[in-house]
Nanobody, 123 residues
Framework: QVQLVESGGGSVQAGGSLRLSCAAS????????MGWFRQAPGKEREFVSA???????YYADSVKGRFTISRDNAKNTAYLQMNNLKPEDTAVYYC?????????????????WGKGTLVTVSS
């Protein structure tokens, strides 16, 4: 059974940092894409960042320059370093994986999802 488990969420003040982790089990994603999406209260889930197995990465304009995605294929884990957090970054963050190339999603094309981790940024 494939599982993606997110961790690292929490509450921070604006300008602070958090590092999210996504640990995969049940399947090796060394040749697949992984990504992060988020869903704020009352809003639709949206793309945040993704990374191919090669390390090539993509970012939403709203997080470019503040967030950094990375992965450790040996640990079957992806990360999202979030710096200079803003109140509008408040959301549940979901890890997702796609067999093969990921690009920037779309959401319906992702093959596996985690249950999410809450990030709250106060002003």
């Amino acid at each position: 059974q494939v599982q993606l488990v997110e961790s690292g969420g929490g509450s921070v003040q604006a300008g602070g940092s958090l590092r999210l982790s996504c640990a995969a089990s049940g399947r090796t994603f060394n040749r697949d894409g992984m990504g992060w999406f988020r869903q704020a209260p009352g809003k639709e889930r949206e793309f945040v960042s993704a990374i191919e197995w090669t390390g090539y990465s993509y970012y939403a304009d709203s997080v470019k320059g503040r967030f950094t995605i990375s992965r450790d294929n040996a640990k079957n884990t992806a990360y999202l370093q979030m710096n200079n957090l803003k109140p509008e970054d408040t959301a549940v963050y979901y890890c997702a994986a796609k067999v093969g190339v990921v690009h920037t999603g779309p959401i319906w094309a992702m093959d596996y999802w985690g249950k999410g981790t809450l990030v709250t940024v106060s002003s």
